[in-house]
T-cell receptor, first 115, second 114 residues
């Protein structure tokens, strides 16, 4: 049973470009979470999605960031017009049910570098 | 405000020595509690979790944690550290009851010296 997959593992973008980060949850998991980790900091919650629904986006910046989890295919975190401050590691996690009762399983992360 | 505190940013221990990593939380009711480990360049792996019941929880890789309600703490322990335990450790908390997002502490980096 494959774990949570994220790609790419490393992504370099110039300022102003778009970044697309993909996450395939574990088989049987329909709940996906995105986190951002800045150097020397813990993980900060960004968004929680179920298939075709955004459940909680309270951690998402208001502009330039969006996320989706379509009926088919991976979850996508999209960052438009990237800036240097977007450089971070972005982690996806999945669970079979709501977080709390069900622990989250993490992917290896995508390390975004904005030059 | 709800918060999770890991007061130690870096800890260095000798191989074979015992280890205790501290985690304190500030929530109204007893939350669900987790410890994760992150090796360099990797994602997070769950070490153990506490939902209810026995306050001493056993996890993987020889780790255990004890929930102390009176101290609002959930400290992680290991009797004898191995060099492969060098990593960053994160305490995480979720308020109990329905969906709530996970709040992570800022992490403790563990260095193991021979």
């Amino acid at each position: 049973n494959a774990g949570v997959m994220q790609n790419p593992r490393h992504l370099v973008r110039r300022r102003g470009q778009e970044a697309r980060l993909r996450c395939s949850p574990m088989k049987g998991h329909s709940h996906v979470y995105w986190y951002r980790q800045l150097p020397e900091e813990g993980l900060k919650f960004m968004v929680y999605l179920q298939k075709e629904n955004i459940i909680d986006e309270s951690g998402m910046p208001k502009e330039r960031f969006s996320a989706e989890f379509p009926k088919e295919g991976p979850s996508i975190l999209r960052i438009q017009q990237v800036v240097r401050g977007d450089s971070a590691a972005y982690f996806c996690a999945s669970s079979p049910g709501e977080s709390g009762i069900y622990e989250q399983y993490f992917g290896p992360g995508t390390r975004l570098t904005v030059t | 405000a709800q918060s999770v505190t890991q007061p130690d940013i870096h800890i260095t221990v000798s191989e074979g020595a015992s280890l205790e990593l501290r985690c304190n939380y500030s929530y109204g009711a007893t939350p669900y509690l987790f410890w994760y480990v992150q090796s360099p360049g990797q994602g997070l792996q769950l070490l153990l979790k506490y939902f209810s019941g026995d306050t001493l929880v056993q996890g993987i890789k020889g780790f255990e944690a004890e929930f102390k309600r009176s101290q609002s703490s959930f400290n992680l322990r290991k009797p004898s550290v191995h060099w492969s335990d060098a990593a960053e450790y994160f305490c995480a908390v979720v308020p109990s009851g329905g969906y709530q997002k996970v709040t992570f502490g800022t992490g403790t980096k563990l260095q193991v010296i021979p």
